[in-house]
Every structure is written in C-alpha cells, then in structure tokens.
C-alpha cells in the first residue's frame, strides 16, 4: 500500500557517517534505506569484504513533510537536497530499480562527474595515479583509452571511471 503524503527523499550525511545514520533513523522508526555494495577490502595484515555504500554520503527516507524535522534532528544527517529550491523527491520506482540493480551480483560503480571522449581528464588513484591525457574512447567503464599528453601516442588502460576526474 502506497500513502500518497509519503515520499522517498534523498538526504545528505556528514562524511563517513552513513551507517550510524542509517542506524538512528530506524531506531527512531523511521523508513530509511542506505544502498550499499560489498567490496573486497586489503589491509597489510589480511582481506576482508566489507559493506559500503554504494552513494557516498547519501541514504534516503520514505517520510511524509511533517516528519522533515525529525530526520533533520538525527545524528549523522546533515541536510536534505534541494532541487529548484524545493525538497527534491524520488518516484518509488527509482528505489525500488537501485534495490533491484544491488540484488544482482553486477559490480556497480558510482561517480560523480560525466566525461565525454576529447576531454582532458586525470587519473587520481591506483597504478596510473597523476596520468594525465584526453580521453579517446571508454569501453564497459573499466576499460579506457587515454591519449597522452606530449606523447602522441594512446593506451588502452585498465582502470576505474571513478579514479578519472576532469581537469
């Protein structure tokens, strides 16, 4: 049953707080989700997989307007997001297909920027860390062509579109 003054609202957590958040929100009975995604993780010592969340940051709530100050009043949240000046809202459907997409065993990846072909781009992080170059092509996210600065030449890397930012 679906209650037409209920909506899914994004949120916004202060850094690395999401859990705890998360935790608060359905200790205070409230509807929350927190999508996340398992990764292996390396230390010096062992690996270990460990849950993290898939939007850094973000959860979201199925509340209705009067209960906005009740999750503003939660530990670990720090604002809601607006979208025209207005609470931005989800469709249920949305929830509902990232619930789907996280129930599959897809690696999911989620960055924040959208490059396209012929633009410079740095690489922030693994083995090809500080690279710089245009990027050429990009194949299955993972796979990457880059054209090197003062080289004239392009490689085809292995690499994540979350290591790659803009410059």
Known sequence: MIDQNYKWYPVYTRSRAEKKAY?????KNIIAYLPLKKELK????RKK???EPLIKSYLFVYISAKEHA???MTNGI????????????????QIESLKLLLATDEELE????NIKPGEKVIIKA???KDMVGELVSIHNKQRLILRLEHMGFAININTSMAFIEPI
């Open 23 to 27: 935790q608060e929100l359905i200790r």
């Open 126 to 128: 693994g083995p090809f």
């Open 49 to 51: 997989i460990v849950e």
């Open 110 to 113: 989620v960055f924040d920027h």
């Open 42 to 45: 390396q230390w010096s010592d």
């Open 78 to 93: 720090a604002r809601f997001l607006y979208f025209s000046g207005q609470v931005a809202s989800m469709p249920v459907q």
């Open 70 to 72: 009740e999750v503003l």
